[in-house]
């Protein structure tokens, strides 16, 4: 449930990690182990997967320091499984206005369907605002996988998100609104 931070110097095989100053950061909630930068890189959602909800961070530009944590209620996500997955998605510049991006979660819950969930993230404040639509159910209903923190990626030049569903072993392909979010 915390998030280490380390500055990169050097190159090559004479790169050092620094820690940066007051890292590890609490990130609320538990099992925090799935982050996820926007667009600017102003903003740090890291995902506490037992307590189904996200932590918002600002980042420091100059130092890389993680301050004012946001941490939604617990089980914003629903009351049960576990998240698995995060990805960012911003908005097309031009001709979208860069005031928003979408940050996508992935409910691992064993037995039953896992579930996508969509949010608008301001890129002013970094707050998260619900998706309409969403969740919207990934068709897998295995056991959660041991190692999520690979379970889903988006690729920007398609606006495509991939879903890994370790209950079938299949991969879930959605289409990404550049402009809603959908």
Request: charged share 10%; glycine share 12%.
């Amino acid at each position: 449930n915390r998030v280490g931070v380390y500055r990169i110097n050097g190159s090559g095989a004479g790169t050092m990690l620094a820690v940066v100053s007051g890292s590890p950061f609490a990130s609320g909630g538990s099992y925090t182990n799935i982050l996820a930068l926007n667009r600017n890189g102003a903003f740090l959602f890291a995902a506490n997967g037992i307590s189904r909800n996200i932590t918002t961070f600002t980042v420091n530009a100059s130092n890389g320091a993680l301050t004012s944590p946001r941490t939604q209620p617990a089980n914003t996500l629903g009351e049960t499984g576990h998240i698995t997955g995060l990805a960012y998605a911003a908005q097309p510049q031009p001709p979208a206005p860069p005031g928003s991006g979408f940050l996508y979660t992935l409910e691992d819950r064993a037995g039953l369907e896992n579930r996508l969930y969509g949010f608008r993230v301001n890129e002013t404040t970094g707050a998260l605002t619900a998706l309409p639509g969403f969740p919207v159910s990934t068709g897998s209903n295995g056991s959660p996988s041991p190692f999520p923190s690979e379970r889903m990626a988006y690729d920007p030049v398609n606006a495509r998100l991939y879903v890994l569903n370790d209950g079938n072993d299949t991969i879930s392909a959605y289409s990404v609104n550049r402009e809603t979010g959908a």
